[in-house]
């Protein structure tokens, strides 16, 4: 992976780049590299490959905004696909850049296709998502019929080719249009465009091949997640039809509220409530982090809702695990309640003796006020 360039660098874009640009730019890239233009020229060879892996993850909007998030990492290792089979049919693509020189436009795919993605929503503490942890989930999805091993058919049979389209699922039907009579092809309504039927179906998934399991996943979390990023998990999703491969998972995750600490992005917050005594004299107090107490002192004068600032001591950054953001402890001044006769009669005395020069904040706005309104 670390040998990997970043793909918004292959393609020679920028971050913000448009459905656009990205397409102009893979096709400067795929005209120059392509190997039918560069007959064995290994060098060219691998960065039209290198291309194109890039076009197929930026041009798709969900690995893009994975690809965004976690970087390469996303892309690859521990759940993370990647994507050394780049899904691109060049045919289709080099057609609508060319008119259809390289021929596709539209045609119907009746080979295997990829199965369907799901969807999955895990809540997380705050501080698994913080640190980031392993789980196991389970989840419901359409999966192989074990009895027939997909097949739909029941044991000691098989399907057998549809006679109505002697297998390849099409069949061509005469119509009458207002140019004349056109011949028009379409699934086979016999075997639903698979090919075959199956004239003893499997009692266990009444012939469809696939039955509702439930599934155990084991699945790391990374470090610095938020609410609302996704992590994708390479074929875990549903089965493929005709022999096509898994879909993928996708874990999208909630981060639950913490009663100490708040969080942007990779930076944590937290109130620390302290003495008028302390406030004034300056003291040594103690603040909270997610990683435990960091004992450090506040200066004489700290101010209600000054802040202290403890680099490095947020969040881990989820394209940097090494590095973290900051976190940022507020004062809350706390008035005294509660006081008794002798308490207040200190506090009156300790008031008396302080002057203009002591409170210049309230001096200042006074000052303001008087200036305004001329009194």
């Not at 308490?343 to 000052?367: A, I, P, T, V």
Request: charged share 30%; net charge positive; proline share 5%.
């Amino acid at each position: 992976m670390a040998d990997k360039r970043d793909y918004y660098e292959v393609l020679g874009v920028g971050k913000s780049a448009s459905e656009e640009d990205l397409k102009r730019a893979y096709r400067k890239l795929a005209k120059q590299y392509h190997p039918d233009l560069n007959p064995n020229d290994k060098v060219a060879e691998a960065k039209f490959k290198e291309a194109n892996e890039a076009y197929a993850v930026l041009s798709d909007g969900e690995k893009r905004r994975q690809y965004d998030q976690f970087g390469h990492a996303g892309m690859d290792g521990q759940g993370f696909s990647g994507f050394s089979g780049v899904d691109i049919d060049l045919g289709d693509l080099f057609g609508s850049f060319f008119g259809g020189a390289f021929g596709g436009g539209g045609r119907r795919r009746s080979g295997p296709e990829k199965g369907a993605n799901l969807k999955y929503g895990l809540s997380l503490d705050f501080m698994e998502a913080a640190f980031g942890v392993d789980k196991t989930i389970t989840v419901n999805k359409e999966d192989i019929c074990d009895a027939c091993k997909g097949s739909g058919a029941a044991t000691g049979s098989s399907p057998e080719t549809c006679p109505s389209c002697k297998g390849s699922g099409r069949v061509q039907q005469q119509s009458q249009t207002l140019f004349g009579i056109t011949m028009v092809t379409r699934d086979c309504p016999a075997c639903n465009g698979t090919g075959t039927v199956i004239r003893n179906p499997c009692p266990s998934c009444g012939g469809r091949g696939r039955r509702s399991k439930k599934k155990d996943i084991k699945i790391h979390v990374p470090a610095g997640v938020d609410t609302g990023d996704m992590l994708p998990i390479k074929g875990e999703g549903e089965p493929g039809e005709r022999g096509g491969p898994y879909g993928d998972l996708y874990i999208q995750f909630k981060v639950r509220s913490h009663p100490v600490f708040e969080r942007k992005g990779s930076n944590t917050y937290c109130d620390l409530p302290i003495t008028f005594s302390q406030a004034a004299l300056g003291a040594d107090v103690e603040i909270p982090t997610i990683d435990g107490k960091v004992t450090t002192r506040i200066k004489e004068g700290t101010q209600p809702f000054d802040t202290y600032t403890l680099r490095g001591r947020g969040i881990p950054f989820k394209n940097r695990p090494t590095s973290r953001g900051d976190h940022v402890c507020r004062f809350v001044l706390e008035v005294p309640t509660s006081l008794s006769e002798e308490q207040k009669e200190m506090l009156r005395k300790f008031e008396g003796s302080l002057s203009d020069k002591n409170y210049q904040k309230r001096n200042s706005f006074f000052k303001k006020v008087k200036d305004l309104f001329g009194i």
